[in-house]
């Protein structure tokens, strides 16, 4: 039977062969990516319990993909079962140190609901105040400036970031300003070629290690136009390529994936910023509200009027009938 066969269940069939057994059986198979994670697991067995996937893809110089790509080679649905491999090759039957890697280590996975809530309650608090200590008002309202009056500005996200990237564009787009929001990095790059020196572009990126955003944030810079990095590390590689840096804390207790604390983070930042762009030209702003809220205002339910379901009597729903 083939090593590179995994079961339905996410476990492979043969379970029982060693995971270093399974990398020197399928070295043939793979590509020059999958090899530099091959010799990283090989020299540091125990990798996969003390990293996420996205960190060991960057420790092996090669992407979460490829990671996921040489989990299947080898036998593997994915991760989390390479995980479950190397805990039962070291003698551990249980994945705790995989669920602090990945959820996070400010509780375990039998914590009562109440001991989760208060945990995620004050890493979201820190992690809210932490950004707030460290932001350089200065900064911000120079950003800002520089928003409220350029040509055109560009936001750049992948994934989650690029949730982060539609939300802010959405509300720079309702006062006025000329703004994109690209999540494909094509269309991200062909939006940064046509920069000159009056455009904005933001790239947004937990980590600051995203190729596809650096990528498209580097094309506009080349491109003429003015560059700001929002990442919760200074010395990203986003960071180090932009004109300016904000920055989001993210604490360390919780960690993957995607955490929430993260993106309450950069929606604090990114509100903040939004409000001294409105700041810069109030007029604008204020009429470019007035005509939206006028322009989606039929749309809205006035209040006190019962809807489906409401509990309204059917009298409240239908106009009277007159009488024949």
Known sequence: ????????????????????????????????????????????????????????????????????????????????????????????????????????????????????????????????????????????????????????????????????????????????????????????LTSAAIHGGGCVAIGISNTGRTIETEQMLAQARSSGAFTVALSNRGDSPLARLADEHLLTATPDEYLQPDELSAKHSQLFVLDLLYVLVAQQNFPRTTTKLAASAMAVGPHRRPPGRPGRGSGGTRAAKEPARRPA
């Open 1 to 188: 039977m083939s090593l590179d066969q995994p079961h339905t269940n996410g476990a492979p069939r043969d379970a029982g062969v060693a995971v270093a057994q399974r990398i020197r059986a399928n070295r043939m198979q793979m590509s020059p990516a999958m090899e530099k994670i091959a010799g990283l697991l090989l020299d540091h067995p125990t990798a996969p319990l003390d990293l996420s996937i996205t960190e060991l893809a960057q420790q092996a110089g090669t992407s979460a993909a490829t990671v996921t790509r040489f989990c299947r080679v080898i036998g593997y649905a994915g991760y989390v079962p390479l995980r479950v491999g190397v805990a039962a090759d070291m003698g551990r039957g249980d994945v705790t140190s995989s669920w602090h890697t990945d959820l996070g280590r400010s509780f375990d996975p039998d914590d009562p609901a109440e001991r989760v809530l208060e945990a995620l309650l004050d890493t979201h608090l820190r992690s809210l105040r932490e950004t707030a200590t460290s932001a350089d008002l200065e900064q911000v309202t120079r950003i800002a400036a520089r928003i409220a009056t350029c040509e055109h500005l560009d936001i750049y996200g992948i994934g989650g970031s690029a949730v982060m990237a539609t939300e802010l564009a959405a509300r720079l787009y309702r006062i006025g300003i000329n703004v994109h929001a690209w999540s494909e990095v094509h269309d991200g």
